[in-house]
């Protein structure tokens, strides 16, 4: 999956979340006898200072198969619960997904639950091995991303002689900052750092919530250590029987489908953008400027590619479908390039270790699986997808390209199954893009006592807790008693839910919608996967 960079920028918000652990103190509580504890430290995040989180690092090995070899430490942070003793429920971990996505600022979650379900947990944040705040953090060249790249279309040998360098001179760099810890990033090393989390806390069970590749990791900590998961929500949930290259063919595909519907949308407003009165118009406008800025970038450095970057927002989400619009128009109608520029610069910071979250999107996915090793496979699949989805199959295939040269050995991705698991509960909308439902429906027939809840005909990517009640009370129901939506016979939804609503840029406020509860943290630049 092609990890959003555009809102998941995490790593930028919270590195450097903890303060060096030197005199921290040890949580004296519950630990397993010999199991190291979290060393607790003062957290540095203003988020997770104003809702008194505490911060610390947990030690495990980078190898669990050398216990008395090298150690890692990890991240985390950790919100208490204020209910009762006898009303509490357990340790929440929490994944945002990514790979690569840090999860340190997460453990403020419980606070967006409603009914208070939230209280009643320990809420757990944590940055993933190599992510962020957890040491070491992997970063390889925080100026991959600069301005002026190739446009993505290999329309010459010389465009795709040149992608495939940058691709591999990546991956050298990678092979230098990494070394031995690049055989150490699958996801299945994540699940076992989870169950040292669950040791470290002495918790017979935890509980999970996952979003976007977040829902992987879950699907697979529950595969490995069924007996320990007490309760799951999963959002926008990864398809197992395609880890990792199918799912990125088929993620151009839904892509271009939902453009399609965003370019709509921007026709029906367009008494205010002024880009064409039909969608087809639009999508005729957006091509033809992409094809311009390879002629003369906007601004002098947004050429075609980073163009296509902007526009993926509206492919996962409807926040920032106005921002987006706005940009386009203020491009082709004044020639501001200003805020396409600005959307880029969020989307793609260019600052020391910025690439982080890249960097171990690669180390995950590619050495959760083998992908194919010939790049004419490459080029004859991405063509092939490219004549039906052009919006994004190439910006996706290149994306990945590293990982034809990538130093860390590839793994076999675990045979998921949830037939021992609890019930869990499942989220989805109809046409998300970056986890498309498909998914949802086949981790729910591996699960078997679980019950999905989907958005119908929502494009939006992982979006309960953004508050839509009636998903958000489907998982508040679920955290607070454990309660379920009954579980049809047919191989679809057991709860429909209108979708998150489309914004409207004519009315009198053209505030985005946001996320309430976190004192304006914006949850979109903590959840997704690219």
């Not at 929500?233 to 799912?247: E, F, K, Q």
Request: contains cysteine; hydrophobic residues 40%.
């Amino acid at each position: 999956m092609r990890r959003l960079l555009a809102a998941v920028a995490i790593v930028g918000l919270v590195a450097g979340g903890v303060t060096s652990a030197a005199g921290a103190t040890v949580d004296p509580v519950r630990g397993e006898p010999g199991y190291s504890l979290v060393e607790w430290g003062k957290c540095t995040d203003p988020t997770l200072l104003a809702k008194a989180a505490e911060c610390g690092f947990l030690t495990v090995p980078m190898d669990y198969a050398d216990q008395a070899g090298r150690t890692i430490k990890l991240a985390v942070s950790r919100i208490k619960h204020t209910v009762p003793a006898d009303k509490y429920q357990g340790v929440m971990l929490v994944n945002p997904g990514g790979p690569g996505g840090s999860g340190l600022v997460l453990s403020v979650l419980g606070s967006l639950v409603p009914e208070q379900a939230g209280a009643a947990y320990d809420w757990i944040g944590f940055d993933p091995r190599g992510v962020g705040s957890s040491r070491p953090a992997l970063a390889c060249d925080s100026k991959y991303f600069g301005y002026n790249r190739p446009e993505y279309v290999p329309s010459t040998a010389e465009v795709e002689r040149a992608w495939r360098g940058k691709a591999a001179g990546y991956a050298k760099a990678c092979a230098a900052a990494g070394g031995a810890l690049l055989d150490h990033l699958r996801t299945t090393d994540t699940a076992r750092d989870m169950e040292s989390i669950r040791r470290a806390f002495g918790e017979e069970q935890i509980n999970f919530y996952g979003f976007s590749y977040g829902t992987y990791v879950g699907q697979v900590y529950a595969t490995m250590y069924p007996a320990r998961v007490r309760r799951m929500v999963l959002d926008g949930s990864v398809d197992p029987r395609h880890i990792w290259y199918d799912s990125n063919l088929q993620q151009d595909v839904a892509f271009d489908r939902n453009m399609a519907v965003y370019f709509g949308w921007v026709a029906k407003y367009d008494s205010v953008y002024h880009l064409g009165k039909t969608g087809a118009a639009v999508r005729k406008l957006f091509y033809a400027t992409q094809t311009a800025l390879g002629r003369e970038p906007a601004g002098g450095i947004i050429g075609p590619a980073e163009f296509t970057d902007v526009f993926l927002q509206p492919g996962y989400y409807v926040f920032g479908w106005q921002e987006v619009a706005d940009a386009f128009a203020a491009w082709v109608n004044h020639k501001d390039p200003d805020k396409l520029k600005a959307l880029y610069d969020r989307g793609q910071p260019q600052t020391a270790d910025s690439d982080n979250g890249y960097a171990i999107y690669l180390a995950v996915q590619c050495t959760d699986a083998q992908w194919p090793e010939s790049w004419q496979t490459w080029k004859r699949d991405n063509w092939r997808v490219h004549r039906r989805a052009p919006f994004e199959t190439w910006g996706n295939a290149w994306y990945n390209a590293p990982c034809l040269n990538w130093a860390g050995t590839p793994g076999t991705p675990i045979k998921v199954s949830g037939a021992q698991v609890p019930p869990i509960l499942l989220v989805s909308e109809t046409q998300d893009a970056a986890t498309p439902y498909a998914g949802s429906l086949e981790v729910r027939r591996r699960f078997p006592r679980s019950a999905l809840v989907e958005g119908v005909g929502g494009t939006t990517h992982a979006g309960s807790l953004f508050g839509n009640a009636c998903v958000d009370g489907a998982v508040a129901r679920y955290l607070g008693t454990g309660a379920l939506p009954r579980r049809v016979k047919a191989n679809r939804s057991d709860k429909q839910c209108e979708p998150l609503p489309r914004p409207d840029p004519s009315a009198a406020t053209r505030a985005e919608s946001r996320p309430s509860g976190l004192g304006g943290l914006d949850l979109r630049r903590l959840i997704g996967a690219r």
